[in-house]
């Protein structure tokens, strides 16, 4: 059973907005939802992490409805530059498996 | 803030040997500390988690004898990887948390390309 789950790639142009979503139907109450984004070579970088409704930093907004069981990242104006993978993460509090990376969102900017 | 430092980022050696990987918090205590695996195209898999002080837990299905973790203190923890074979060639990283749980994100270093020949 896949404890998260997202597209696999995704193209988008330069200059645009783009949302990548996230299912984690089997969140519980003690699960926060973290997006990490990671070029080749190189380790995860962080980008933006939430509990519930929105949270927007100064790359990101994250979006989690009411029953959060899905999040939404959103990257406003993207360049060629965010071309990278896009994991979302959650840690799963009261799990042995705590800690399970899904696939990733393989996003390419095209120019 | 929340700089992770990995050292080293690159290490080719023969089979048989043993290569310690460092992982380092710069600017923040590191409650916890993790270390993933990648292969080529694939997503990472969690290997071990260290708290300061005490011994790693490690994932189901990971040698703890060929893997050794110590995280001696809030700032350093190493991934030792014991009589390397060839299938033991990957990309090793490791991550720092303030906290042990969820609420806290993991910074991650930049990764170690390891390559057993």
């Known amino acids: 059973l896949a404890k998260t789950t997202q597209p696999i790639s995704m193209d988008s142009y330069e200059g645009q907005e783009v949302n990548i979503t996230c299912s984690h139907n089997?969140?519980?109450?003690?699960?926060?939802i973290t997006w990490y984004q990671q070029f080749p070579s190189q380790g995860p970088r962080f980008i933006i992490q939430?509990?519930?409704t929105k949270v927007t930093n100064e790359v990101a907004s994250l979006f989690i409805p009411a029953d959060r069981k899905s999040s939404t990242l959103s990257l406003p104006r993207v360049s060629l530059s965010d071309t990278a993978v896009y994991y979302c993460?959650?840690?799963?509090?009261?799990?042995?498996?705590?800690?399970?990376f899904g696939k990733g969102t393989r996003l390419h900017i095209l120019p | 803030g929340a700089v992770v430092s990995q050292h080293p980022s690159w290490v080719i050696c023969k089979s048989g040997t043993s290569v310690k990987i460092e992982c380092r918090s710069l600017?923040?205590?590191?409650?916890?500390m993790f270390w993933y695996r990648q292969f080529p195209k694939q997503s990472l898999m969690l290997m071990a988690t260290?708290?300061?002080?005490?011994?790693?837990?490690?994932e189901q299905g990971v040698e703890k004898d060929k893997f050794l973790i110590n995280h001696a203190s809030l700032t350093l923890s190493t991934l030792t990887v014991t009589s390397a074979h060839p299938e033991d060639s990957s990309f090793y990283i490791c991550?720092?948390?303030?906290?042990?749980?969820?609420?806290?994100?993991?910074?991650f270093g930049d990764g170690t390309r390891l390559s057993i020949l």
């Open positions: 260290s708290n300061e002080g005490s011994k790693a837990t490690y």
């Open positions: 993460l959650v840690v799963w509090e009261n799990r042995d498996d705590k800690i399970i």
């Open positions: 089997n969140i519980a109450t003690n699960d926060y």
């Open positions: 600017d923040f205590q590191a409650t916890t």
């Open positions: 939430g509990y519930k």
């Open positions: 991550s720092a948390s303030s906290g042990g749980t969820g609420n806290q994100p993991q910074h």
